[in-house]
């Protein structure tokens, strides 16, 4: 499959994106966690994009389309991808736009995730992610726990909460969804690939896009 996740933080992206490279072996491309592993490994990358990033600000389009031109030819997308976090801004979904005609790549469609706003602050502020960046598995306190010491269940690591989960950084990001990504749907609907699902369960979900694909 080739498709776009798009949703507001906490939406269920991540978790969505992993149930379904199960499924056909096509392979998550998050944006989030590429610059998440940049951010740890002190590259060039990670040194610019953090201040933005612990705020809940945008990285920069320049940054991010240098970074996913590269990505989007690597051989493992032949299988198919799905873009997770990417395109966030209108300039970004017209940049990959022309990228994907480039490459002679066709888009199945944009799978918009709504879940309601209150729904979205309880599962941010109770979020858990894996620490090991090849690993990166997401837990909730609530709905999916680590093991009880705080542990990944799948890598042993320690389980944290990510920088840019203060609440200041939190409302930032919803309101940076609201003024610059949320625009997206009006611009996948123009271009007939828009398809919505209501995402209060993930497994629900996942099957509901396998059977529009
Ligand atoms: P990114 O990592 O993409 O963060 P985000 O969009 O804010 O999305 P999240 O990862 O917070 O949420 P999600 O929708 O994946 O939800 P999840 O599955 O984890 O980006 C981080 C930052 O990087 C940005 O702020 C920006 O600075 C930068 N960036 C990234 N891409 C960029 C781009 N293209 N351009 C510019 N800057 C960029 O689920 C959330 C929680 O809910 C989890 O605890 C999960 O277990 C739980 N949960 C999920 N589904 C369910 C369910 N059905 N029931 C119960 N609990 C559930």
Redesign the pocket.
């Known amino acids: 499959m080739k498709i776009i996740l798009l949703?507001a933080?906490?939406?269920?992206?991540?978790?969505v994106a992993k149930l379904l490279t199960d499924y056909d072996g096509s392979v998550q491309i998050?944006?989030?966690?590429i610059?998440r592993a940049a951010v740890k490994e002190g590259t060039d990358l990670g040194r610019e994009a953090k201040g933005?990033?612990d705020r809940?600000?945008?990285?920069p389009d320049g940054l991010?389309m240098q970074m996913m031109e590269v990505r989007l030819q690597q051989p493992d997308c032949e299988k198919g991808f799905i873009l997770?976090?990417?395109?966030?801004t209108i300039p970004?979904a017209e940049a990959l736009k022309s990228l994907l005609e480039k490459l002679h790549i066709r888009l199945d469609f944009v799978v918009n995730l709504e879940v309601p706003r209150d729904v979205i602050l309880d599962?941010?502020t109770?979020?858990r992610t894996c620490s090991n960046p090849d690993c990166q598995e997401?837990?909730?306190i609530k709905?999916?726990p680590p093991l009880p010491d705080g542990t990944c269940k799948k890598c042993g690591s320690m389980t944290i909460q990510r920088d840019?989960e203060t609440e200041e950084a939190i409302l930032n990001?919803l309101e940076t969804y609201n003024l610059k990504t949320a625009p997206l749907i009006g611009f996948y609907e123009k271009e007939g690939l828009i398809k919505t699902f209501a995402?209060?369960?993930?497994a629900d979900t996942v099957e509901a896009v396998k059977k529009a694909l």
């Open positions: 949703g933080p906490g939406a269920g992206k991540g978790t998050s944006t989030g966690d610059l933005y990033m809940g600000d945008l990285v991010i997770d976090g990417f395109p966030r970004q599962r941010l109770t979020r997401i837990y909730n709905s999916n840019d990001r995402s209060v369960n993930s």
